[in-house]
Nanobody, 125 residues
Framework: VQLQASGGGLVQAGGSLRLSCTAS????????MGWFRQAPGKEREFVAA????????YYANSVKGRFTISRDNAKNTLLMQMNNLKPEDTAVYYC???????????????????WGRGTLVTVSS
């Protein structure tokens, strides 16, 4: 499975961006896809995830209420709308996927088998 992420860019604080992650295969109901980010000098952290089977969404507390994750079935694509962006959201954002992940591990990046190249999001103050 190959994942192609796009949509990053430079935006002022309070602005919005939408990230996309397209999978090279049809995303079955077993798939869980998520977004992680890594800021300079920091460890990679969980941002949000989507359970293709249930439609369930999961968010880090730091983005809850500002980011919304969704899917486009026809395009095998995971979307993440990011609103009210803050300078601390600046990071490289990575898309990840797995077809065997259990829900208790959904925030653990080490449990995802497939990763896309990152897309840089820069939020200026």
């Amino acid at each position: 499975v190959q994942l192609q992420a796009s949509g990053g860019g430079l935006v002022q604080a309070g602005g919005s961006l939408r990230l996309s992650c397209t999978a090279s295969v049809r995303t079955s109901s077993r798939f869980i896809m998520g977004w992680f980010r890594q800021a300079p000098g920091k460890e990679r952290e969980f941002v949000a995830a989507y359970n293709w089977n249930s439609g369930g969404t999961y968010y880090a507390n730091s983005v809850k209420g500002r980011f919304t994750i969704s899917r486009d079935n026809a395009k095998n694509t995971l979307l993440m709308q990011m609103n009210n962006l803050k300078p601390e959201d600046t990071a490289v954002y990575y898309c990840a996927a797995d077809s065997r992940l259990i829900l208790s591990s959904i925030r653990n990046g080490h449990e995802y088998d497939y990763w896309g190249r990152g897309t840089l999001v820069t939020v200026s103050s």
